[in-house]
């Protein structure tokens, strides 16, 4: 990597974690429920706990619900005021979380560590190129699971995202991620489903669902 090119990439996750660090100060609370994403749960409860990564934590819920449920677990997100918020919360509700306030794309896990992988509404930008984002995948150690949930966005969606400054096309998609897969992962599911217990008033009532096992 030529030292402008780290540059490059070192500056755009510093205007990452300002623009999320900004969208979270937008509300003085929580930004989201304090429940675990509803498709977390419904593929991973019947699972072995083991080591988990949960990419793009947010304020803490799917980390702290695998954490009760005997997972270790290992939580990442780009804002600081996400973190705070996160550990905030886990405090209450007893649960032990490694949380660490970086960009999963360029934070050096060690390859395999992890029997589960979620990923629930992940913005991954593309800019970081797509060895990073193997880089990622390969933390599934192999018989581990990669757990990927989409929004299952219309034109209308997709436009109106666009008018507030976000272009889903910059950000890895489940295509993306799925051609990413090669022949290292079998994937079990890979379909759009209703989304479980979504949030009142979200726009957002299907997924689009990955879920991947590492060979």
């Keep these: 990597m030529h030292e402008h090119e780290h ?3 070192h500056f755009g996750a510093a205007a990452q974690a300002a ?3 900004a969208r979270y100060r937008e509300r003085d609370g929580a930004m989201w429920s304090g429940r675990p994403n509803g498709r977390l749960g ?3 409860a019947a699972l072995t706990p083991g080591r988990a990564l949960d990419v793009g934590c947010g304020e803490g819920a799917d980390a702290i619900w695998l954490a009760r449920r005997g997972w270790t677990v290992t939580a990442i997100d780009i804002s600081e005021v996400a ?11 007893g649960a032990s979380v490694e949380w660490i306030c970086g960009d999963a794309l360029q934070t050096p ?3 395999g560590s992890f ?3 979620s990923m629930q509404y992940p913005a991954l930008p593309k800019a970081a190129g797509e060895a990073a984002v193997r880089r990622l995948l390969d933390t599934v150690r192999p018989g581990g699971l990669l757990l990927a949930v989409y929004h299952d966005l219309d034109d209308e969606h997709r436009e109106h995202m666009k008018s507030q400054g976000v272009d889903p096309a910059d950000y890895v998609g489940a295509d993306d991620l799925g051609r990413l897969l090669g022949d290292d992962f079998t994937v079990e599911l890979y379909a759009v489903e209703p989304r479980i217990d979504p949030p009142p008033g979200t726009p957002h009532i299907a997924d689009v669902v990955l879920r991947a096992r590492r060979r």
């Design 7 to 9: 540059g490059e990439q």
């Design 19 to 21: 623009e999320w660090d």
């Design 42 to 44: 419904a593929e991973v």
């Design 83 to 93: 973190m705070y918020r996160a550990r905030e919360a886990s405090h209450p509700a």
């Design 109 to 111: 896990f060690r390859t």
């Design 115 to 117: 029997d589960l992988v």
